[in-house]
């Protein structure tokens, strides 16, 4: 009898080690999640007012969302298996907590599925308003978050107009008198100073191939790429864990933990 205590209390221990190892996991796994969700809503959301469609923007409120859940059900889990609470464990049934693991594995993989699918649309959605946006609401009342980021892209990439500088003659800003004797925005030129968008020769103004519309297709692409792997590559390998988990705590609990 006290052999079979012991190899009891032994294969407990190890359970229970085991299982605070992948909470652990769990947590840091939830953190990076966090953290990208975080960066794109702190870092990579200045253009978010320049396209028609707020999936982008759901798909980092997701990441967050399921970070924190992430974060939370791998603390109490650590903390009911480290300090040795029955309750807690009590609290989180095993097939409780699978469901849990489950919902934060689904809101994952949405946000990685909502990706893909935006990266594929981002092109035509892109080609269909970003001209309409800069050129409608560019310096106009009740817009200057459009405002802020044109000029903002427009430097920052190197770039003039939708899909070329000939698109600002068009825009409300020239036609209503606003833009006085510049033809095209400041934030054209390759050196910023007062009116220097009265000239729009190559030498004063960026002038690229594609104009804007490229470079800020490039750039979300890009980012979308980051958020699709976060969200399904963590999600992926999120199955291994929760299913090791659940029988951990199903031992646990067979064992009298």
Known sequence: MGEFNEKTTCGTVCLKYLLFTFNCCFWLAGLSVMAVGIWTLALKSDYISLLASS???ATAYILVVAGVVVMVTGVLGCCATFKERRN????VPALQYFILLL???LLEIIAGVLAYVYYQQLNTELKENLKDTMTKRYHQPGHEGVTSAVDKLQQEF???GSNNSQDWRDSEWVRSGQAGKRVVPDSC???VVPDCGRRDHASNIYKVEGGCITKLETFIQ???RVIGAVGIGIACVQVFGMIFTCCLYRSLK???Y
């Open 254 to 256: 067979l064992e009298h």
């Open 55 to 57: 999936t982008y923007l």
């Open 103 to 105: 919902l934060i594995f």
């Open 222 to 224: 890009d980012h979308l």
């Open 88 to 91: 807690l464990l009590r609290l």
């Open 158 to 160: 190197h770039c003039c």
């Open 189 to 191: 030129c390759k050196t």
